[in-house]
């Protein structure tokens, strides 16, 4: 819990400083952030799951802590959060099941709320 604590919080630091920084490429990914996970063809609930899946594939705390966070937003249930993080360990095989472990560790905080 401390761990997603920090995270969120170191997060929230960086974001605050590149914007007052006025990065100009962080504020392009912003846009196309929202540009990618809007609702279109593909609702925002599954376009987050995808992004549980791959962010287990690339071993990214951050990135599985986000949008696991965002998936269960968008109205994804634990179940759903978890066939995503089976598809991610099916894609990156074994190494995959070490970053499993940190995104369990995450459903288990956001859908005990």
């Known amino acids: 819990m401390d761990r997603l604590k920090e995270l969120t919080q170191r997060r929230k630091a960086a974001h ?4 007052n920084l006025d990065s100009k490429v962080y504020k392009a990914f912003l846009e196309m ?24 594939t690339m071993d990214c705390e951050s990135c599985m802590q986000w949008h696991i966070e965002q998936a269960a937003q968008a109205g994804a249930s634990q179940r759903e959060v978890l066939e995503a993080v089976e598809v991610g ?15 369990l560790e995450v459903m288990d905080v956001v859908f005990a709320e």
């Open 89 to 103: 360990i099916e894609m990156a095989g074994g190494r995959a099941t070490v970053s499993a472990r940190f995104a």
């Open 16 to 19: 605050e400083k590149l914007l």
């Open 33 to 56: 952030e929202q540009a990618a996970y809007g609702d279109s063809a593909l609702p925002k609930k599954v376009k987050e799951l995808i992004a549980v899946g791959i962010s287990v």
